[in-house]
């Protein structure tokens, strides 16, 4: 059973720049969300994608977009990327219902922005 | 964005040593989880808590969700070397089927020592 995967591993980019980022959810899993992990703290939820729309958003901005496709598979993307925008992207996949719908992580994509 | 008070920051301890983290926020969470994070690697959900005052076990592991729902703690007894890494609490509201945000804490760094 493979569980949350996420490409690429690791990417660099330039300030102004737009990047995509993909996760596939675990096998039975509906639910996505993206966090971004700066360095030394814990993740930040950036939105969650269920039905193909997104329904929640935290504390980012508009530069920050996201897609669900039909098979349940996510990409986020960010816009004219600023130097703080650096960090470990993190999908994480659940369940909608069910006994147990946590949420579980991905290995994430590491961003660096010059 | 939000975060969660965690401590210690972080701790180095000896082999065979119990080890206990503490989580607190200012809001009120309906579930409280802990999760472990190495290094390239996502988080890794240790053990989850859905009712306040509840203790759950998960091998040396032992978790409880605080009784006012605005705490948890960890407790890892007889650490081993593997134990290594950082420990995530979190913490969510919403209830039923809602799966709402993560909120985290920024980490205990663990350093056992053989």
């Known amino acids: 059973d493979a569980g949350v995967t996420q490409s690429p591993t690791h990417l660099i980019k330039t300030r102004g720049q737009q990047v995509t980022l993909r996760c596939s959810p675990k096998s039975g899993h509906d639910t996505v969300s993206w966090y971004q992990q700066a360095l030394g703290q814990g993740p930040q939820f950036i939105f969650q994608y269920y039905e193909e729309e997104e329904r929640q958003r935290g504390n980012f901005p508009d530069r920050f977009s996201g897609h669900q496709f039909p098979n349940y598979s996510s990409e986020l993307n960010v816009n004219a990327l600023l130097l703080g925008d650096s960090a470990l992207y993190l999908c994480a996949s659940s369940r909608l219902a069910g006994v147990s719908n946590e949420q579980f992580f991905g290995p994430g994509t590491r961003l660096t922005v010059l | 964005g939000q975060q969660l008070n965690q401590s210690p920051q972080s701790m180095f301890i000896q082999e065979g040593e119990d080890v206990s983290m503490n989580c607190t926020s200012s809001s009120i969470f309906n579930t409280w989880l802990w999760y472990k994070q190495e290094p390239g690697e996502g988080p890794v959900l240790l053990i989850a808590l859905y009712k306040a005052g509840e203790l759950t076990s998960n091998g040396r592991l032992t978790a409880q969700f605080g009784i006012t729902r605005k705490d948890s703690f960890l407790n890892i007894s007889a650490s081993i070397p593997s134990d290594v890494g950082i420990y995530f609490c979190?913490?969510?509201?919403?209830?039923?089927?809602?799966?709402?945000?993560?909120?985290f804490g920024k980490g205990t760094l663990l350093t056992v020592n053989p």
């Open positions: 979190a913490g969510r509201s919403g209830s039923g089927g809602s799966n709402y945000k993560l909120t």
